[in-house]
C-alpha cells in the first residue's frame, strides 16, 4: 500500500489550494479514505472522510463549508480542495486508510497560509 500526497504550498489568507493522494497496492474503490492534519505542537486530527463510493462525507467542524474532500475511484485519487484559507489552517496534511484492518498514512505535505 503506498499513498502519496501532493498540492501543498504557502498560499495567502482567503486563497485556495487543491491537495491529492495518489494511492497505490490496494482496491482503492472498497475503502474509505480520509485528511488529516498536524500543526506544530498539536495532536494530529481528523479533517474530512470520504466513504467508499464518494456518496458520504464528514467534516472537522473547523473546515465545514470551506473545505471539500472528494475521489475519483478510476484515478485511485482522493482529493482536498480548501479554499477560504485561514492562517490556522498551517499544518502538514496527511492522506489516511485503513485498509483490511491496518493503517497507512502517505508521507505528508506542507500547507503554510501566511502573507
Known amino acids: 500500500v503506498q499513498l502519496v500526497e501532493s498540492g501543498g504550498g504557502l498560499v495567502q489568507p482567503g486563497g485556495s489550494l487543491r491537495l491529492s493522494c495518489a494511492a497505490s497496492?490496494?482496491?482503492?474503490?472498497?475503502?474509505?479514505m480520509s485528511w488529516y492534519r498536524q500543526a506544530p505542537g498539536k495532536e494530529r486530527e481528523l479533517v474530512a472522510r470520504?466513504?467508499?463510493?464518494?456518496?458520504?462525507?464528514n467534516y472537522a467542524d473547523s473546515v465545514k463549508g470551506r473545505f471539500t474532500i472528494s475521489r475519483d475511484n478510476a484515478k485511485n485519487t482522493v482529493y482536498l480542495q480548501m479554499n477560504s484559507l485561514k492562517p490556522e489552517d498551517t499544518a502538514v496534511y496527511y492522506c489516511?486508510?485503513?485498509?483490511?484492518?491496518?493503517?497507512?498514512w502517505g508521507q505528508g505535505t506542507q500547507v503554510t497560509v501566511s502573507s
Open positions: 489516511y486508510g485503513r485498509i483490511a484492518g491496518l493503517t497507512y
Open positions: 497496492g490496494f482496491t482503492f474503490s472498497s475503502y474509505a
Open positions: 470520504i466513504t467508499s463510493g464518494g456518496s458520504s462525507t
